[in-house]
């Protein structure tokens, strides 16, 4: 029986690495009884998938996301998945204005529904924005940590990103003291199963019915919560004034991806509140062309030119005026002027704050250097744990990557555990009045007072990834000798319920000889830290938004991304879903990919994923073939460390394809050199011997692609053909490949 890896295409960079890795995968699995077939959850795909209607049919794609979703819930699944867009609403718009000039008759996005066909049509889209993917695949917990043969690495060769920390920093990250998600939380854990609904009750006496189904099952835990928005524009005012005093940098850390439904409308208030002279002088105009704050300062600044000349260049005069009278700005791109306000999805939480931390409590300015920043995260769920480790670096200074300990993770994530689940129960406002999650009898569960634009949020975590949680997280700390912290904060609704089920479910099991703790997140990353800095080992076990931010923080400091990461979900139903690491960077990378031809996208993500997944055909499948794979990929992933065959920043240096070919042939070596499959050693050994007698040509190859504009034929949908071409530029490695 055939066994399947299914290998997602997705977005970028990883998509364009795609084209020059799976080739290698396949001729290599060839004749091993393994098939590896691909389905697309890309962006583009996900708008195809979901508007079959508007398409002729040689345009139309299969919905792969709800296939994919099907398939997590059988034992065979074995899924490499790599890191896809978690669209903001300019991506989506972007996305959409190549697919139409591509001739695809798709609907524009409307920003502002005027009818309920364009409501309709709003909600249809609202299945390709945000964290569309993650939640419907990660029918599993995640087990997040480095390879051995990548901390390794990593400690012999440090990365040279780190900056020191001065001796005075007036870094420091400004949350809300009261209002916030924090502060309103209720939870509950639910004693029967139900069907609830939520609604919103007007104070005037009106109900709407937000969300008519919300199916809840027997021990899952129920929040309700709210952003008072009052409060957040007050808690932004005041920390402006603050850093304009100081004379430091002002920065937004949000996550209006993934909370594609809250975050874009907290991004939207500081715009409005740093601007609020020249929006507030100009509503009327920029209501009636459309321009949002919640899609950032370059959205209104596109849509200006539907005004008439004078009257755009007097709203950009008054935007103008507002830089001088507030604090500066942290910059995305200091050249162009692009700050932190521009657009929302630029500066992303997980991704940013590291990288302050890296650069020692600094931000970029419009001069192009780095500065002291106050990092605004309005919500203490999550401010408070990056305020500790800033703290820490205030007091120790900067870590060192050639001898800090790994903090890895143990995350709750099944079935859209949590805040990253929430999106299709989060609502804004619409006048004064009570949400409210009411039972099949009419019973209230939960309830939150509102304001009008409050942001409310409900979440659920349910009782059998709970269990499954507690499991992993135990047996990773007897796997490894580490201690395990659950990081859980009994001052929180929602993680006082959470700490009442693992101290329940821990006596389920066998824990004599292990460290397993539950601190408040603060304690966890002092601790995480002080262990750190000894050179000690630590496992965070969170639930799914602290998952994220963690599994991006302690690898950038450590390995120099996240993409580097052992990413394994073990599904509950017994397959395996294996994750390639982070693609924050990932829009860089084909900006200078396609200006050069240079791809700095480090596919070791992608290696070390296929080995557990070989793996795991070689245990389910009693497959020895799979087994020597796994074994012999392992040995080139080490290979290719040593040897530093990683991606160079610089163009007509080493890039992704030249990695992967290097990585081809340390595997082809690998396998030349094995004695447990003879088959394989003999169709190898030819392999292998091409691919070194031919090295010098390969890599010359190689390098000249380098140094010139390269099309694609797009960026979210690339045309296939000028892809691949592109990706795979050596005549001498693709021939030996494709006689394989």
């Not at 939380?185 to 969300?211: H, P, Q, R, W, Y």
């Not at 507030?280 to 600044?301: F, M, Q, R, T």
């Not at 030119?305 to 950009?316: H, N, T, V, W």
Request: aromatic share 6%; with cysteine; hydrophobic share 40%.
């Amino acid at each position: 029986m055939a066994s399947k890896i299914i290998w997602t295409e997705i977005d970028e960079a990883p998509a364009l690495a795609t084209y020059a890795l799976l080739p290698v995968l396949r001729a290599f699995t060839k004749g091993t009884g393994i098939e590896v077939e691909t389905r697309d959850i890309s962006l583009s795909g996900r708008i195809l998938a979901n508007f079959p209607d508007k398409l002729k049919d040689d345009q139309k794609i299969p919905d792969y996301l709800a296939e994919l979703g099907e398939l997590v819930k059988k034992p065979e699944a074995n899924i490499i998945k790599l890191p896809n867009i978690s669209a903001s609403t300019p991506q989506l718009q972007a996305a959409l204005k190549e697919l139409r000039s591509k001739g695809y008759d798709l609907p524009l996005y409307p920003e502002e529904p005027q009818n309920d066909e364009e409501k309709k049509l709003q909600e249809r889209f609202g299945k390709v924005l945000g964290s569309a993917v993650n939640p419907v695949l990660r029918e599993g917990n995640s087990d997040r940590r480095p390879a051995p043969a990548v901390k390794k690495f990593a400690q012999k060769n440090p990365h040279k990103m780190m900056k020191p920390w001065p001796e005075v920093s007036q870094c420091r990250v400004a949350h809300m003291d009261k209002g916030d998600f924090y502060d309103n939380e209720t939870s509950l854990t639910l004693d029967k199963a139900t069907e609830a609904k939520i609604e919103f009750v007007a104070d005037d006496g009106n109900v709407t019915v937000m969300k008519e189904k919300l199916p809840l099952q027997a021990g899952e835990v129920l929040d309700s919560t709210h952003m008072d928005v009052a409060e957040l524009q007050k808690f932004y005012a005041k920390t402006m004034d603050e850093a304009k005093q100081k004379g430091v940098l002002l920065s937004l850390h949000l996550k209006a991806t993934m909370m594609k439904v809250s975050d874009p409308v907290l991004f939207g208030h500081c715009v409005k509140v740093y601007f609020k002279d020249a929006l507030d002088k100009y509503a009327a105009e920029l209501k009636e062309i459309g321009a949002s704050p919640n899609y950032g300062l370059a959205d209104i600044l596109e849509k200006l030119d539907r005004l008439p000349a004078d009257k755009k260049a007097q709203i950009e005069a008054d935007i103008n005026a507002c830089y001088k009278k507030g604090p500066a700005l942290a910059m995305v791109d200091s050249r162009r002027g692009i700050t932190n306000l521009h657009v929302p999805n630029d500066i992303i939480v997980d991704a940013s704050m590291p990288n302050v931390v890296r650069d020692g409590g600094k931000m970029w300015n419009t001069e192009d250097e780095l500065q002291d920043t106050i990092a605004m995260i309005p919500d203490r769920c999550y401010a408070t744990m990056y305020q500790a480790m800033i703290e820490d670096c205030q007091k120790n200074g900067q870590f060192d990557p050639a001898t800090m300990g790994s903090v890895s993770n143990v995350g709750l994530m099944a079935q859209k555990a949590e805040e990253y689940g929430s999106h299709d129960k989060t609502f804004t406002a619409p006048a004064k009045g009570t949400f409210r999650i009411v039972d099949a009898s009419g019973a209230t569960l939960l309830e939150q007072k509102v304001e009008p634009g409050d942001v409310f949020r409900a979440c659920q975590a349910k009782d059998i990834p709970i269990k499954d949680w507690v499991r992993l997280a135990v047996e990773r700390a007897r796997e490894s000798g580490t201690p395990a912290i659950f990081w859980l904060d009994d001052n929180r609704a929602h993680d006082r319920e959470m700490i009442r089920k693992v101290n329940t479910y821990l006596k389920d099991h066998d824990t004599s000889g292990l460290d397993i703790r539950i601190m408040k997140p603060v304690d966890a990353m002092k601790f995480s830290c002080e262990r750190s800095r000894k050179g000690l080992d630590t496992i965070s076990v969170t639930g799914n938004v602290l998952r994220d931010y963690l599994t991006d923080l302690f690898p950038i400091l450590e390995l120099g991304t996240s993409a580097r990461m052992l990413s394994i979900v073990p599904l509950l139903a017994g397959g395996g879903l294996f994750e390639t690491g982070a693609g924050g960077s990932a829009p860089k990378h084909v900006q200078q990919f396609l200006k050069e031809g240079h791809l700095r996208w480090d596919s070791l993500g992608e290696y070390c994923a296929l080995v557990p997944s070989l793996e795991m055909i070689a245990a389910k499948y009693q497959s020895a073939k799979a087994k020597v794979l796994a074994e012999t990929l392992d040995v080139a992933v080490g290979q290719y460390l040593e040897n530093n065959r990683l991606p160079s920043r610089k163009v007509k240096e080493i890039d992704n394809r030249g990695c992967t070919f290097y990585l081809t042939m340390y595997w082809a070596r690998a396998l030349a050199d094995q004695d447990k499959d003879a088959e394989l050693k003999e169709r190898f050994t030819k392999v292998a011997q091409q691919l070194e007698d031919n090295e010098a040509k390969i890599a010359e190859e190689l390098l000249a692609a380098q140094g010139q504009p390269v099309d694609v034929g797009g960026y979210f949908r690339p045309d296939p053909v000028l892809a691949a071409k592109a990706m795979r530029p050596s005549p001498t490695l693709n021939s030996i490949i494709d006689a394989m």
